[in-house]
Antibody, heavy 127, light 110 residues
Framework: QLQLQESGPGLVKPSETLSLTCTVS??????????WGWIRQPPGKGLEWIGSIYYSGSTYYNPSLKSRVTISVDTSKNQFSLKLSSVTAADTAVYYC???????????????????WGQGTLVTVSS | QSVLTQPPSVSAAPGQKVTISCSGSSSNIGNNYVSWYQQLPGTAPKLLIYENNKRPSGIPDRFSGSKSGTSATLGITGLQTGDEADYYCGTWDSSLSVWVFGGGTKLTVL
């Protein structure tokens, strides 16, 4: 059973870079059927997709965050990582990693969904 | 303001049925597949429905999904107190090139 686990500092200072890692267990990150994604949720608010990466390193990001986001993958460690630069209090959120299914059916179009999700980690931006 | 519009809250009695709507546009729901997620209090979201109406293994058939035009609907029958949660729809937006979630709907089982 595939499991994902986020790790990283729970407190980051304003203007610094937030760094998180997602460790995948119970399966290989190097699969042709999936991307691997990051999603965040500010306290008491809804979900926001940050970006996703393929095991080859191909990425796509939310345009609203693209200038500050870098997602990378380390297949040897079965991990992928998130870096968000120049953080402010608005970046305070629970950050989730998830397997991002992207299935190109060729005939019926591309089918996408997120499953499973990690348990999430709260990152607070504060001095 | 979310690209996908959901009602902030819905409620129903145990054993009853409830539907949660998700309204979008031709650039998202109208031309892409919808998935639904359940977020129980204090936990991570969990996939309920993918590809508009398919249930992953382990999800009871009390949960159903449908799509018509630029709107999607999640249905829950035989409501249980354990179904109290926030529910989110999500899909790809082809114009914005971004995955979008609805604002979420809080389900209360009275």
């Amino acid at each position: 059973q595939l499991q994902l686990q986020e790790s990283g500092p729970g407190l980051v200072k304003p203007s610094e870079t937030l760094s998180l890692t997602c460790t995948v267990s119970g399966g290989s990150i190097s699969s042709s059927s999936y991307y691997w994604g990051w999603i965040r949720q500010p306290p008491g608010k809804g979900l926001e997709w940050i970006g996703s990466i393929y095991y080859s390193g191909s990425t796509y990001y939310n345009p609203s965050l693209k200038s500050r986001v870098t997602i990378s993958v380390d297949t040897s460690k079965n991990q992928f990582s998130l870096k968000l630069s120049s953080v402010t209090a608005a970046d305070t959120a629970v950050y989730y990693c998830a397997r991002h299914w992207v299935v190109d059916t060729m005939v019926r179009g591309v089918i996408r969904w997120f499953d499973p999700w990690g348990q999430g980690t709260l990152v607070t931006v504060s001095s | 303001q979310s690209v996908l519009t959901q009602p902030p809250s819905v409620s129903a009695a145990p054993g009853q049925k409830v539907t949660i709507s998700c309204s979008g546009s031709s650039s998202n729901i109208g031309n892409n597949y919808v998935s639904w997620y359940q977020q129980l209090p204090g936990t991570a979201p969990k996939l309920l429905i993918y590809e508009n109406n398919k249930r992953p293994s382990g999800i009871p058939d009390r949960f159903s999904g449908s799509k018509s035009g630029t709107s999607a609907t999640l249905g829950i029958t035989g409501l249980q107190t354990g179904d109290e949660a926030d529910y989110y729809c999500g899909t790809w937006d082809s114009s914005l090139s971004v995955w979008v979630f609805g604002g979420g709907t809080k389900l209360t089982v009275l």
